[in-house]
């Protein structure tokens, strides 16, 4: 069974601050990894994802994320923080060891910018 | 706008009755999956449909269930509903069935209140 855990429901930073949101996973097979974005009334929006080979993934809007094996994190960074940043982040593994295909989600972590 | 449609976007009804929401996956997409975001339990994964068979279940209540039809489309059928099935239900769609790296395209979600 796979899972997915995010440390901080919310996290606040200032405009310009680096952003730092945590996702560690359980998973009993090599996982794929995924960030998804979610604004006020609208669905979910892929950021970025990691599925074999450099462990180092680029997002959309100066996202990235690092997959750490030895670590199993795969925390979500963006040097400077801007207000349109503000939005709910859901970090998710996919289920490479056949079966379902649907996504495992963490709780999410509410990004909060501070002017 | 990620070309996944959902209908309809807001519903109200009471415990006990019965609704039936419908999702339009992307143009091409054959594979609609089915997501529940609640309060208490996060995005959850209910159920996955590739080209009109049902490939996978997740957390999915024996009181709900869903088809997709042979224009691909799909509906979410929930039945003698209670207070707790008050959620956001969202669906997503990708190309094919057993692509687990395969970013998944949301809808907007459709919200359901019971009263």
């Known amino acids: 069974a796979q899972s997915v855990t995010q440390l901080g429901s919310h996290v606040s930073v200032s405009e310009g601050a680096l952003v730092l949101l945590r996702c560690n996973y359980s998973s009993s097979v090599p996982p794929y990894l995924f960030w998804y974005v979610q604004y006020p009334n609208q669905g979910l929006q892929l950021l970025l994802k990691?599925?074999?080979?450099?462990?180092l993934v680029k997002g959309i809007n100066g996202f990235e994320a690092e997959f750490k094996k030895s670590e199993t994190s795969f925390h979500l960074t963006k040097p400077s923080a801007h207000m349109s940043d503000a939005a709910e982040y859901f970090c998710a593994v996919g289920n490479s060891g056949g079966g379902a295909d649907g996504l495992t989600f963490g709780k999410g972590t509410h990004l909060i910018i501070q002017p | 706008d990620s070309g996944v449609t959902q209908t309809p976007k807001h519903l109200i009804t009471a415990t006990g009755q019965r609704v039936t929401l419908r999702c339009s996956p992307r143009?091409?997409?054959?594979?609609v999956y089915w997501y529940q975001q609640s309060l208490d339990q996060g995005l959850q994964f209910l159920i996955q449909y590739y080209n009109g068979e049902e490939r996978a279940k997740g957390n999915i209540l024996e009181r709900f269930s869903a088809q997709q039809f042979p224009d691909l489309h799909s509906e979410l059928n929930l039945s003698s509903l209670e207070l707790g099935d008050s959620a956001l239900y969202f669906c997503a769609s990708t190309p094919s069935g057993r692509a687990p790296y395969n970013e998944q395209f949301f809808g907007p979600g459709t919200r359901l209140t019971v009263l």
């Open positions: 990691y599925t074999t080979g450099a462990t």
């Open positions: 143009s091409g997409d054959l594979s």
